[in-house]
């Protein structure tokens, strides 16, 4: 089944319903959306383009991707999303190696269309050309058929380490994605309303099979991104918002709703459900967050191989403060998601007992085809069937999943295994600390030393002994960081997670 036919049934039940909104505008009712995304793909098909070759979306948060998105599938084409934040030379390196036949640009990150080489053509969202393609013109009748396992999103890893490479995500996956969010993160009804603050190149856009499978509202803001205040303004306009966000926003948002000295009932009349994942959220951070906004959040762990699909700590979990491992629960990811089976093993592949650290393991109709044009990468990441995340953590008995760190985050000191969250957790909760970030930086004794990166609370100035003292109260002598370095802020990428490969550098 072709995705687009989600939205083609919307549009014939619900065709006067309001589906998209910019701000608090409707924008498009669900019969617009289908005659747009039809006419879209009737004019791309009429360019040459045939089922499986790649459209290329390079745009800031828009209110015609979804029209652009769901226009591609219904052409049978393969949709590439790109964060709005790489670099041109970056986006081009995608371009080439997905082979795009077509690219829609913002014009705002691609003033001069001809920047981007190789494609039959780059369009500017807000022009001309591209209006009389979403409204004019004669409109695809059919959806095109795909496979269930024909890819769908062509979605490019951040390339932390060399080139990215792309994550081959079919039909069925984001279809076992969108169901799998009704049975284990939250209901949605027609009349709810998700929120685009975060990318839609990525798990924020996903979001929207979901809530199109309900025929729900899509609402993207005018500043097109995060601001804290409008949503909380956008929220007591429209009704209640649900949204995704990494921890760092959530962290503002909380903030926000502390300096408007609001309630938790003001809060639920803004937001009704927050979904967090992404990066480590600390348990400082989702006690506060509670305490201010009330049970408005769940957390999900996957990654861009499953997408949004992994585990799930829900409502009920964070609000089960009488069970006696709810301290353990709440800093753990949750338990597996309907659709898929999680497990930690050994670099041998063999399951590890309860609280053992290993790799964790993810098997379902969730988990990427492959890695495009990448065999061996393929190879390495899918073996019997398992999804090797690259993210060690630990089940215990009851299945509940606590990450530690990647792999490649771990600390190896005089040949002691050190997993920096463990250690960020305790220094959150020193008095004075914001943010903290721990990484671990060579040494010619122990082979690695432990370096905590602190941004204090404004107006606080961190006492290095007293948060030695502080770490030795609360965790063993050779965790403890060796280095403290206070800094203004921690380096993050547009998602909001820290990158740890910029203060590696540093160290």
């Known amino acids: 089944m072709n995705l687009a036919h989600l939205l083609q049934r919307r549009a014939q039940e619900h065709p006067d319903r309001a589906a998209i909104f910019h701000g608090t505008e409707a924008v498009a009712t669900y019969a617009q959306w289908g005659q747009r995304s039809a006419r879209l793909a009737a004019r791309m098909r009429h360019a040459g383009l045939q089922p499986g070759e790649r459209v290329l979306l390079f745009m800031r948060n828009h209110p015609r991707y979804l029209e652009l998105l769901l226009g591609a599938w219904w052409a049978g084409l393969v949709a590439v999303p790109v964060n709005a934040k790489l670099h041109l030379r970056e986006v081009q390196w995608i371009a080439d190696n997905s082979q795009a036949r ?36 004669v409109a695809m009748a059919t959806v095109e058929e795909r496979a269930a396992d024909d890819t769908a999103w062509l979605f490019y890893t951040s390339g932390t380490t060399g080139r990215p490479k792309g994550v081959m995500i079919t039909h069925r996956n984001l279809m076992t994605m969108g169901m799998g969010y009704f049975n284990d993160v939250d209901h949605v009804a027609s009349g709810d309303a998700i929120v685009y603050a975060a990318p839609m190149s990525h798990g924020a856009g996903l979001y929207a099979i979901a809530h199109l499978m309900a025929g729900a ?203 920096p969250r463990e250690v960020e957790e305790v220094l959150l909760e020193a008095p004075g600390v914001h943010e903290v970030a721990v990484v671990g930086a060579p040494d010619p004794e122990w082979g690695e030393i432990v370096v905590a990166f602190v941004v204090p609370e404004p107006g606080a100035t961190p006492d290095v002994a007293a948060l030695d003292a502080f770490c030795l109260d609360h965790i063993a002598r050779f965790k403890r960081p060796k280095r403290y370095v206070v800094v203004e802020a921690l380096p993050k990428n547009n998602y909001g997670k820290v990158l740890k490969t910029a203060l590696r550098a540093r160290v």
């Not at 003033?111 to 591209?130: K, N």
């Not at 993810?362 to 993210?391: F, H, K, Q």
């Open 102 to 137: 077509l690219a829609f640009v913002t014009r705002d990150i691609v003033p001069d269309l001809s920047a981007l080489t190789g494609l039959g053509a780059v369009m500017d969202v807000d022009g001309e050309a591209c209006e009389a393609w979403l409204n004019e013109g």
């Open 217 to 419: 509202r899509h609402v993207v803001p005018l500043s097109g991104g995060f601001d804290a205040a409008e949503l909380f303004d956008l929220g007591r306009q429209l009704g209640p918002l649900s949204m995704f966000a990494a921890p760092t926003i959530v962290k503002r948002i909380v903030d926000e709703a502390q300096a408007q000295g609001l309630t938790p009932g003001d809060c639920a009349r803004s937001f009704k459900t927050i979904v967090y994942g992404g990066a480590p959220m600390y348990v400082a951070d989702i006690r506060r967050a509670l305490r201010v906004m009330g049970p408005r959040f769940v957390q999900i762990y996957g990654q861009g191989e499953s997408p949004m699909t992994g585990t799930v700590l829900s409502r009920v979990h964070l609000a089960d403060v009488a069970h006696p491992r709810h301290e353990q629960r709440i800093a753990s990811v949750g338990v597996a998601q309907t659709p898929v089976r999680i497990r930690v093993a050994g670099p041998d592949g063999r399951s590890l007992p309860p609280g053992e650290v290993g790799e964790v393991l993810i098997r379902g109709d969730s988990v990427m085809a492959g890695y495009w044009r990448n065999p061996e990468a393929s190879a390495a990441a899918i073996r019997d069937g398992w999804l090797w995340t690259g993210d060690m953590g630990a089940l215990d008995a009851d299945g509940f999943l606590t990450l530690k760190d990647r792999s490649k985050d771990l600390i190896i000191s005089g040949g002691s295994n050190i997993y």
